[in-house]
């Protein structure tokens, strides 16, 4: 039987996350229906994430978060690829969020975003009383975490941050983090050319990138502010992706596409994983020769990490590469 790369290649290490390459969010439930609807149409090249945070009106923050245990839990949600975001760690309802959701929907849900954190310290607050109430809810599972950097104390710690045990990605907040500046940084740095010009900005992102890849998680990027404009929409994924993110937030079903389609590897570049791949399989994962070129373990990481990421951004695999290497 030959052996699957996540067999050799990885020896003793965690895994990379496999995630979609968009992030959509949706605050409303007939927004939250209407992204299940697409996805469905679209199959699983992107995650939702019903928004208790900013979705929710004050006072009505417990309802809200029931409606959305009722959506992760429907039957149209039959991709397993539907998280939310809690209240931050100041607003007196984030544990109740956790109590509600894991009690509700933990055995569906895909993740928890954790907005607005100042501190390694308070992510690791909001992590533990995740666990806790895991434990209380019998789930059996231990949630993948998403943090928020959109502080400067996040942007400080995030190494740190995305050390911690659950932290599966770090999603980059432009809008509060420009805010948290105190007009330093200009509204034009909210949207393109300026979030990858502005020098504050241009800083916190490479860092967020650098930190979340050398820790093992997904590092995300921020909405563009774009709305109908697919080139616009696709050229701020791209940029987004030379900053090193793999992932990217959207905020509208026109921005699902466009983003997805910018972070698609290169389809000659995922011929050539196919081949190396299979080459390096049938040869027991020793050196092998391809293209006058040689190949070991080293190179054979970096394309089933491709190859892998074809797949999410729904790059279509031929049968034998399915086969070989995601059949289960």
Not at 70 to 92: F, W, Y
Not at 94 to 121: C, M, N, Q, Y
Request: proline share 5%.
């Amino acid at each position: 039987m030959p052996l699957h790369p996540a067999e050799v290649l990885f020896t003793g290490e965690q895994p990379f996350p496999a995630m979609p390459a968009v992030d959509h969010y949706a605050g409303a439930e007939k927004l939250m229906r209407k992204a299940l609807a697409v996805q469905n149409e679209l199959g699983p090249v992107f995650d939702i994430t019903c928004d208790c945070e900013d979705g929710a009106a004050a006072g009505a923050e417990a309802e809200h978060a029931r409606m959305v245990v009722e959506v992760v839990n429907d039957a149209e949600n039959r991709h397993g690829r539907v998280g939310a975001r809690i209240h931050d760690i100041t607003h007196p309802h984030w544990e109740a969020d956790l109590e509600i959701l894991v009690h509700g929907a933990g055995h569906r849900l895909a993740f928890i975003t954790l907005p607005k954190v100042r501190s390694a310290a308070d992510t690791a607050t909001q992590i533990a009383a995740l666990r806790r109430i895991e434990g209380a809810a019998g789930s059996g599972r231990k949630l993948p975490v998403h943090v928020l950097i959109e502080t400067h104390g996040a942007l400080r710690e995030a190494w740190q941050i995305a050390a911690l045990d659950g932290v599966e990605s770090l999603d980059f907040g432009l809008m509060d983090f420009v805010s948290d500046h105190h007009g330093a940084i200009p509204a034009s740095a909210m949207k393109s050319p300026g979030q990858f010009e502005h020098p504050l900005v241009v800083r916190a992102k490479t860092e967020i990138a650098a930190a979340a890849l050398a820790n093992g998680a997904v590092p995300a990027h921020n909405v563009t502010t774009e709305l109908n404009d697919i080139a616009v929409i696709r050229a701020d994924a791209e940029r987004a992706r030379s900053f090193g993110f793999l992932r990217m937030w959207s905020i509208h079903p026109n921005q699902i596409r466009p983003i997805v389609a910018a972070m698609q590897p290169d389809f000659s570049e995922v011929e050539d994983a196919a081949a190396i791949l299979s080459a390096a399989q049938d040869a027991d994962w020793g050196p092998i020769r391809h293209g006058g070129r040689l190949h070991d373990r080293a190179s054979y990481r970096y394309y089933w990490t491709l190859l892998q990421r074809a797949r999410q951004t729904g790059v279509a695999l031929n049968a034998d590469i399915a086969g070989r290497f995601f059949a289960a």
